[in-house]
Each structure stands twice: as structure tokens, then as C-alpha cells.
């Protein structure tokens, strides 16, 4: 009977928990798609600069989620061999212990009502001669983007959680952590490396919770989920929750899941994922590389123990760009338009948008620049418009390329994803500003394909990486036409337009 049942539970079922929606997929053992669910839920912005979810949406959001793909798959919950979560990163809940309810809202990665405050740490650090301290520990640049001044501020402002953190009665989680206690009904508090990673209190080099960066937070220790490997196991999930207790095997951040989805398994591989945000990866293999150019290094994934580890570059907006211009301009009903509407345009070369809404990310890091599009015309149209916000994406992954080139890693060729991939004028523009190949696999749901993959990894549906590597099929490779006159007129564009939405002060 037991031969019967693990020859049944060929299939994974990958949790992907993003910023806008809650995704869920059932991939055979063989990397078929054979069921999704998906459900956005609401963003929410108390005060400029702020966004917030409601930690109940994303975990009910979920659920439907997790349900919908089995109902279509046509499987049970008991057919499942392994489950694999993968989110948004840095996006930060407490929660109390004792109940499992959150005592505020999860304050998004996008969030930045802490950028004044990691300004004012980072001069004290300078001030002390240490600056580089938090970088040299984490491979992170000392930003509100990440979750430890995100905590901080909860602990501040939230009556009473300061002394329940001290009584040990809360509970810290990014989105991974909150998932999994909830599935399991509270019986684990974990992460893995790849998340910790996202946090400012991990030393990637030690692999462990940093003491002297929970001190210089002032965040109790006790908060902390464990940290396990990508592929674990991270405990079964509650009976009631789907009908069957299934095991939880893989979770990875949204980023790193993407590289493990796109087979990144060889050092210098470089994947570009194109969701709300645009976060391209390059592996380094075991070497930690530290960026002269405002990159971030950071863990891609840990097996057995070991880390494997990457440089990032950062973009803030890329997809969420498209959708503020059809939810709130009402540019278009469906991002599928944007495709047409760039064949029509007629004067989008000369048109800059920078799309600086919630600040710049890399290799700018300015918190307090803002969006702008620059040379309109009386003959500008709306699909200029809509054509240059998809060219932002383009541009901004060139000032990533660039950086890492600057840094000693000169990307060769880029595998793209995320669901700007299905865009051929945007992967097209892509490979002719970067004057690079662009491969776009035949499966472009990688992140959630990483996490399945971790999860099965760990059930022993797959026995190594290798197996992986063999699943990913390329679907094209968009090569670069344009000519270089061009690229640098663009460039040189580009760069204007960005200086003149920047800050007066040079970043985190």
C-alpha cells in the first residue's frame, strides 16, 4: 500500500506568494503545468511612502489559491509529494505566538517610511568609522527595503510589542515563515538561508543570526524563525488545511526560487525576472562577491549545508509600473495591450520615464527620488507613453548589467522570466539595449518551478540539480538589431532623465 501511494504522489504543489497576488501551481514530476489558482488581494497606503498588506488576505488568498489548482489539476491533496513555497521577499510580519494573530500589518519590501532612520544609522556608523559594518556581514546595503527597520518600527510603534517580543510571546516572520506556521498550525517557526538572507540580521558568511546586528537593531533574538537549507524538511501540513498532511520540502525567496527555476546552477549564469519589481541574479558559486557598484550580495540557495551565493541588482518597479498605468491612469483594461500599443507608437525614442515611484533601487539606492517622464510633446501619444514605460524596465536592467560588468562579472547572455516575458517588444528591447542575447525559456512561471523543484529535491523526486537542468527548455532567444548609435543615444537619455529625478543626497 505504501509502494501504491508514493508511486501516486508524482506532483508538486508550488506556493507562490506575491506582492500583488497569491499564486499557486501543481507541477507534475516531469514539469508539466497541470493546474493554478490565483487571487489578488488589496494593496494598501496609508501615507506616502507606505504599503501595506493584511496578513489574513495573503494567507486566505492562499488557500483558495492551493484549492483552486488541485480542483483543476483533478488530484487529491494526498497525491501531493511535496509542497514548496516560495514570496515576496524582505515583506515583514509579527505575529503573537499565542494566537497566531499578526499585531500589524505586514509592511511590504516596496514600504519606505524607514528610510530617514536607516539614513540617521548608517551617519552614526560612519561617524564610528564603521561603515561598511552591516555590508561586509549581510552583503546588504543598510536600507529600508530590508525587514530589520521594518521590525524595528513595529516594535516602536505597535503599544505594548517591544515588552511581548521580550516575553518571547511574538513571533517574526517574513511572508515563507507566516505561510508555514499557518499550514502547520503552528507547530514550525522557520525560514530558509535564501530568505534570512533578506533580513539584515543574517551573516551569510557564518550562516547564522548575527548577535551584534540584533543588538544594533535592538531586536530580541527570540523573534527569529530557524533557519533551515532550501530543501528541507519544514514539517507537514495541518490535516485540516487541505484534507491530508503533506510535506512541506522547499522554500526559497522570489528571486532565488526564479534562479533555481532557470537552472542558474553553474557560477556566472545570470537570470532577469520580471514581475512587480525586475531583480536580475548572477551566481558566484561559493564566493561572496562584494560590489564596488551598489549591487547586493546575497545566499541564491543552501543544499546540504553549503550556500550557494549570487549578486543582485535591485529595480522597484518593473511590472507594478504597467499596472499603475492601468489602474490608476486607465491607460489600458489588460497588460496584454501593451504589446500593440508599442507597434503603434511614433516618438517613444525620445520619451524618458523613470519610474521612480516608491524611490530607485540599484545601483542608485535613493529612497527620496520620485517618477517623472520627460520630453513630452504636443504630439505625444498615449501609446509613447505606454511605450516608454515598458523601456524603463529595459533601461534599468541595463544599469544593472553595467554594474556588475563594473564589478568583474560580465553577464554573457540573460535568461529572462516573470510575466513581462511574454512581452516580445519588452524582451526585444531588452536584448537591444543590453546589446545581449535574451533567452526566454518555454516555462516562464520559474519562480514558482524553483520552489517545486526545491520541494521535490528534498522528496526525492529528483536526485540532483542535474535532474533540473534537463527539464529547461528555451521557447526563443531574442538577439540584439539595433544599431550602436542608437544604444548610446538612449543611454545617454536615460541617465539625464535619472539625474534629474534624484535626490539631493547619493543614497543609502
Same mark, same amino acid.
Given at each position: 500500500? =505504501?509502494?501504491?501511494?508514493?508511486?501516486?504522489?508524482?506532483?508538486?504543489?508550488?506556493?507562490?506568494?506575491?506582492?500583488?497576488?497569491?499564486?499557486?501551481?501543481?507541477?507534475?514530476?516531469?514539469?508539466?503545468?497541470?493546474?493554478?489558482?490565483?487571487?489578488?488581494?488589496?494593496?494598501?497606503?496609508?501615507?506616502?511612502?507606505?504599503? =501595506?498588506?493584511?496578513? =489574513?488576505?495573503?494567507?486566505?488568498?492562499?488557500?483558495?489559491?492551493? @484549492? $483552486?489548482?488541485?480542483?483543476?489539476?483533478?488530484?487529491?491533496?494526498?497525491?501531493?509529494?511535496?509542497?514548496?513555497?516560495?514570496?515576496?521577499?524582505?515583506?515583514?510580519?509579527?505575529?503573537?505566538?499565542?494566537?497566531?494573530?499578526?499585531?500589524?500589518?505586514? *509592511?511590504?519590501?516596496?514600504?519606505?517610511?524607514?528610510?530617514?532612520?536607516? $539614513?540617521?544609522?548608517?551617519?552614526?556608523?560612519?561617524?564610528?568609522? @564603521?561603515?561598511?559594518?552591516? +555590508?561586509?556581514?549581510?552583503?546588504?546595503?543598510?536600507?529600508?527595503?530590508?525587514?530589520?527597520?521594518?521590525?524595528?518600527?513595529?516594535?516602536?510603534?505597535?503599544?505594548?510589542?517591544?515588552?511581548?517580543?521580550?516575553?518571547?510571546?511574538?513571533?517574526?516572520?517574513?511572508?515563507?515563515?507566516?505561510?508555514?506556521?499557518?499550514?502547520?498550525?503552528?507547530? +514550525?517557526?522557520?525560514?530558509?538561508?535564501?530568505?534570512?538572507?533578506?533580513?539584515?540580521?543574517?551573516?551569510?558568511?557564518?550562516?547564522?543570526?548575527?548577535?551584534?546586528?540584533?543588538?544594533?537593531?535592538?531586536?530580541?533574538?527570540?523573534?527569529?524563525?530557524?533557519?533551515?537549507?532550501?530543501?528541507?524538511?519544514?514539517?507537514?501540513?495541518?490535516?485540516?488545511?487541505?484534507?491530508?498532511? *503533506?510535506?512541506?520540502?522547499?522554500?526559497?525567496?522570489?528571486?532565488?526560487?526564479?534562479?533555481?527555476?532557470?537552472?542558474?546552477? $553553474?557560477?556566472?549564469?545570470?537570470?532577469?525576472?520580471?514581475?512587480?519589481?525586475?531583480?536580475?541574479?548572477?551566481?558566484?558559486?561559493?564566493?561572496? *562577491?562584494?560590489?564596488?557598484?551598489?549591487?547586493?550580495?546575497?545566499?541564491?540557495?543552501?543544499?546540504?549545508?553549503?550556500?550557494?551565493?549570487?549578486?543582485?541588482?535591485?529595480?522597484?518597479?518593473?511590472?507594478?509600473?504597467?499596472?499603475?498605468?492601468?489602474?490608476?491612469?486607465?491607460?489600458?483594461?489588460?497588460?496584454?495591450?501593451?504589446?500593440?500599443?508599442?507597434?503603434?507608437?511614433?516618438?517613444?525614442?525620445?520619451?524618458?520615464?523613470?519610474?521612480?515611484?516608491?524611490?530607485?533601487?540599484?545601483?542608485?539606492?535613493?529612497?527620496?527620488?520620485?517618477?517623472?517622464?520627460?520630453?513630452?510633446?504636443?504630439?505625444?501619444?498615449?501609446?509613447?507613453?505606454?511605450?516608454?514605460?515598458?523601456?524603463?524596465?529595459?533601461?534599468?536592467?541595463?544599469?544593472?548589467?553595467?554594474?556588475?560588468?563594473?564589478?568583474?562579472?560580465?553577464?554573457?547572455?540573460?535568461?529572462?522570466?516573470?510575466?513581462?516575458?511574454?512581452?516580445?517588444?519588452?524582451?526585444?528591447?531588452?536584448?537591444?539595449?543590453?546589446?545581449?542575447?535574451?533567452?526566454?525559456?518555454?516555462?516562464?512561471?520559474?519562480?514558482?518551478?524553483?520552489?517545486?523543484?526545491?520541494?521535490?529535491?528534498?522528496?526525492?523526486?529528483?536526485?540532483?540539480?542535474?535532474? *533540473?537542468?534537463?527539464?529547461?527548455?528555451?521557447?526563443?532567444?531574442?538577439?540584439?538589431?539595433?544599431?550602436?548609435?542608437?544604444? =548610446?543615444?538612449?543611454?545617454?537619455?536615460?541617465?539625464?532623465?535619472?539625474?534629474?529625478?534624484?535626490?539631493?543626497?547619493?543614497?543609502?
Amino acid at each position: 500500500m =505504501e509502494t501504491d501511494n508514493k508511486i501516486m504522489q508524482q506532483f508538486l504543489l508550488a506556493i507562490d506568494q506575491g506582492t500583488t497576488s497569491s499564486r499557486a501551481i501543481i507541477f507534475s514530476r516531469d514539469g508539466k503545468r497541470l493546474g493554478v489558482g490565483q487571487r489578488e488581494y488589496a494593496q494598501h497606503f496609508p501615507q506616502e511612502g507606505w504599503v =501595506e498588506h493584511e496578513p =489574513e488576505d495573503i494567507w486566505q488568498t492562499t488557500l483558495f489559491s492551493c @484549492r $483552486q489548482a488541485l480542483t483543476e489539476a483533478g488530484i487529491s491533496a494526498d497525491m501531493i509529494a511535496g509542497i514548496g513555497i516560495t514570496n515576496q521577499r524582505e515583506t515583514t510580519v509579527l505575529w503573537d505566538r499565542r494566537t497566531g494573530k499578526p499585531v500589524y500589518r505586514a *509592511i511590504v519590501w516596496q514600504d519606505r517610511r524607514t528610510s530617514a532612520w536607516c $539614513q540617521r544609522l548608517q551617519e552614526q556608523l560612519e561617524q564610528q568609522g @564603521r561603515e561598511n559594518f552591516i +555590508r561586509t556581514r549581510t552583503g546588504l546595503l543598510l536600507d529600508s527595503y530590508f525587514s530589520a527597520s521594518k521590525i524595528r518600527w513595529i516594535l516602536d510603534h505597535v503599544p505594548g510589542a517591544t515588552q511581548l517580543a521580550h516575553e518571547g510571546h511574538l513571533a517574526f516572520g517574513t511572508i515563507d515563515s507566516f505561510l508555514l506556521w499557518k499550514l502547520t498550525g503552528g507547530k +514550525r517557526h522557520c525560514t530558509d538561508a535564501s530568505n534570512a538572507s533578506r533580513t539584515l540580521l543574517f551573516n551569510i558568511h557564518t550562516q547564522t543570526w548575527d548577535a551584534d546586528l540584533l543588538a544594533l537593531f535592538d531586536i530580541p533574538p527570540g523573534l527569529l524563525p530557524e533557519v533551515l537549507d532550501s530543501a528541507a524538511d519544514f514539517g507537514k501540513t495541518d490535516a485540516d488545511v487541505f484534507g491530508a498532511c *503533506i510535506q512541506i520540502g522547499g522554500i526559497a525567496g522570489d528571486q532565488q526560487a526564479a534562479a533555481f527555476g532557470q537552472a542558474c546552477f $553553474q557560477p556566472g549564469m545570470t537570470k532577469s525576472t520580471y514581475g512587480t519589481g525586475c531583480f536580475m541574479l548572477v551566481n558566484t558559486g561559493s564566493q561572496v *562577491i562584494e560590489s564596488r557598484h551598489n549591487l547586493l550580495s546575497t545566499v541564491a540557495w543552501r543544499l546540504d549545508g553549503k550556500p550557494t551565493y549570487a549578486l543582485e541588482g535591485s529595480i522597484f518597479m518593473a511590472g507594478a509600473t504597467v499596472q499603475w498605468l492601468r489602474d490608476k491612469l486607465n491607460f489600458f483594461a489588460s497588460s496584454h495591450e501593451t504589446e500593440s500599443m508599442a507597434a503603434r507608437a511614433r516618438y517613444a525614442d525620445s520619451i524618458m520615464f523613470v519610474p521612480a515611484f516608491t524611490g530607485l533601487g540599484a545601483p542608485w539606492w535613493d529612497s527620496e527620488a520620485r517618477g517623472a517622464i520627460f520630453g513630452l510633446t504636443r504630439d505625444t501619444g498615449l501609446e509613447d507613453i505606454v511605450t516608454a514605460a515598458l523601456l524603463s524596465v529595459c533601461h534599468q536592467t541595463r544599469d544593472l548589467v553595467e554594474a556588475m560588468a563594473a564589478d568583474g562579472l560580465q553577464p554573457v547572455r540573460i535568461r529572462a522570466d516573470g510575466g513581462m516575458a511574454a512581452n516580445n517588444f519588452v524582451m526585444q528591447g531588452l536584448a537591444d539595449l543590453l546589446n545581449l542575447p535574451v533567452d526566454r525559456p518555454q516555462l516562464t512561471e520559474t519562480t514558482a518551478f524553483g520552489a517545486a523543484c526545491l520541494a521535490g529535491l528534498h522528496c526525492g523526486l529528483y536526485a540532483s540539480t542535474d535532474d *533540473i537542468a534537463e527539464m529547461w527548455k528555451l521557447d526563443r532567444t531574442f538577439l540584439p538589431s539595433a544599431d550602436e548609435t542608437w544604444r =548610446e543615444q538612449q543611454k545617454s537619455r536615460w541617465l539625464d532623465a535619472v539625474s534629474r529625478t534624484r535626490s539631493n543626497r547619493t543614497g543609502s
